[in-house]
């Protein structure tokens, strides 16, 4: 499997950018797929996660309400759509699927990494 994020740039706090992670390979709909994050400085961080069948969502607290992820199996697609950034939110994103669940603290079974596409949102 191999996944490419992008939609990443620069935007003003109070704005809005979405983010898209196009897998390739087999079996799509097999996998729970998430959003993490990276801040300069900092740990990677858990951001939201989709079900294979996109009928539950979960996320951290510091983005809900204000983020929302959601999936189009037949485009192969994951999307996180970003609303009332904040400074605080600039990182740089990556996209994960996994064949076990994706947790905030842990991913179970064999899972693949795309490259992170970066936001920054300025003051």
């Known amino acids: 499997v191999q996944l490419q994020a992008s939609g990443g740039g620069l935007v003003q706090a109070g704005g809005s950018l979405r983010l898209f992670c196009a897998a390739s390979?087999?079996?799509?709909?097999?996998?729970?797929m998430g959003w993490f994050r990276q801040a300069p400085g900092k740990e990677r961080e858990f951001v939201a996660v989709?079900?294979?069948?996109?009928?539950?969502?979960y996320y951290a607290g510091s983005v809900k309400d204000r983020f929302t992820i959601s999936r189009d199996n037949a485009k192969n697609t994951v999307y996180l759509q970003m609303d009332s950034l904040k400074f605080d939110d600039t990182a740089v994103y990556y996209c994960?699927?996994?064949?076990?669940?994706?947790?905030?603290?842990?991913?179970?079974?064999?899972?693949?990494w795309g490259k992170g596409t970066l936001v920054t949102v300025s003051s």
């Open positions: 989709i079900s294979r069948s996109g009928d539950t969502t």
């Open positions: 390979g087999r079996a799509f709909r097999s996998y729970d």
């Open positions: 994960v699927v996994s064949e076990g669940s994706i947790t905030p603290s842990y991913i179970h079974g064999t899972h693949y």
